[in-house]
């Protein structure tokens, strides 16, 4: 089992930042693959970011441009860099792992899930 534990969400202004963190423990793998996804009120979940066990990323295209996301593996820790935030990004933020992805990242269905972290940007 791997236990997931975000940080770093917050109420911030539009066109501020954050900084989520996932660190993953438990089982540890010597990689991951760790995507971040969000859900706003009344919304479906949908994926933000995916970087894979070989460091290929892909993001969703309402985030492209702002958002970075990274690993350290040797921590067990992703990263999301969220720049130039508006109100649409306001959600729940949740981070997601697996040893392993395939091709397709933004497809992936994750087996191990974080608790969440409430971001919420103001106008």
């Known amino acids: 089992q791997v236990q997931l534990v975000e940080s770093g969400g917050g109420s911030v202004q539009s066109g501020g930042s954050l900084r989520l963190s996932c660190v993953a423990s438990?089982?540890?793998?010597?990689?991951?693959?760790m995507g971040w996804f969000r859900q706003a009120i009344g919304k479906e979940r949908e994926v933000v970011a995916v970087?894979?066990?070989?460091?290929?990323?892909k993001y969703a295209d309402s985030v492209k441009g702002r958002f970075s996301i990274s690993q350290n593996n040797a921590k067990n820790t992703s990263y999301l860099q969220m720049n130039s935030l508006g109100p649409e990004d306001t959600a729940m933020y949740y981070c997601?792992?697996?040893?392993?992805?395939?091709?397709?990242?933004?497809?992936?269905?994750?087996?191990?899930w974080g608790q969440g972290t409430q971001v919420t940007v103001s106008s």
């Open positions: 438990g089982h540890i793998y010597s990689s991951y693959c």
């Open positions: 997601a792992a697996d040893p392993f992805c395939g091709r397709w990242l933004l497809l992936h269905e994750f087996n191990y």
């Open positions: 970087i894979d066990q070989d460091g290929n990323i």
